[in-house]
């Protein structure tokens, strides 16, 4: 069980390449999520999915994109990168409490991380 | 609109001297509160959760946080700290189980 896998691990881009952050999980979890880690900033919530086709955005979804086609993989992508992007990025998924009608989400289940430079 | 703020953003404490790691938040709606640890280069690992149960929440590795509507506070602590504990703390709310929003982390340090 490998759990929220995410690659690559470190990446450097040049200002507007594009390129797709990758996570995929293996619980079955209908929420997924992405989040950026700046220093002093705590992390941010960028784009989140409560199943396959249904996404929205969070607190800093601009430059950012994201689908969900199957429940297992949610990428990343960034179409035209900046310097504003360099960031650690953590994919995230959770799951439906047993009995609950709702996205009650108790636990997120974090990935390792992506180191992502933007020059 | 819900948020949360830490009050500190680095703490130091002697080992075997308690930790408090402060916490205020501001929801709409009554909301699950959680605290996370991030260690040096690891990912994130919850730590304990709020969620309109009892107030005092238990968590692992023998932290606490004690959930008070009237100050709007979950603030956390541990009686005696340990070498282990030195990481970063994220106060955590969460909106209709959908968003969750993070504090701006506290960087604990344990002096020994």
């Known amino acids: 069980n490998a759990g929220v896998t995410q690659t690559p691990k470190f990446q450097v881009l040049k200002t507007g390449q594009s390129m797709t952050l990758q996570c995929a999980q293996d619980?079955?979890?209908?929420?997924m999520s992405w989040y950026r880690q700046d220093p002093g900033m705590g992390l941010r919530l960028i784009h989140y999915?409560?199943?396959?086709?249904?996404?929205d955005q969070g607190e800093v979804p601009n430059g950012y994109n994201v689908s969900r086609s199957t429940t297992e993989d949610f990428p990343l992508r960034l179409l035209s990168a900046a310097p504003s992007q360099t960031s650690v990025y953590f994919c995230?998924?959770?799951?439906?409490?047993?009995?609950?009608?709702?996205?009650?989400?108790?636990?997120?289940?974090f990935g390792s991380g992506t180191q992502l430079s933007v020059l | 609109a819900q948020s949360v703020t830490q009050l500190d953003s680095h703490v130091s404490v002697s080992e075997g001297t308690p930790v408090l790691l402060r916490c205020n938040y501001s929801?709409?709606?009554?909301?699950?509160l959680f605290w996370y640890v991030q260690h040096p280069n690891k990912g994130l690992q919850l730590l304990l959760k709020?969620?309109?149960?009892?107030?005092l929440v238990k968590g692992i590795n023998g932290f606490e946080a004690e959930f008070k509507k009237s100050e709007t506070s979950f603030h956390l602590t541990k009686p005696s700290a340990h070498m282990s504990d030195a990481a970063e703390y994220f106060c955590v709310v969460n909106r209709l189980a959908l968003e969750f929003y993070f504090g701006t982390g506290t960087s604990l340090t344990v002096i020994p």
């Open positions: 995230a998924s959770s799951y439906r409490q047993a009995g609950q009608a709702k996205m009650v989400t108790e636990k997120l289940f």
């Open positions: 999915s409560v199943g396959a086709g249904i996404t």
């Open positions: 619980m079955n979890h209908e929420y």
């Open positions: 929801s709409s709606y009554s909301p699950s």
């Open positions: 709020y969620t309109s149960a009892a107030t």
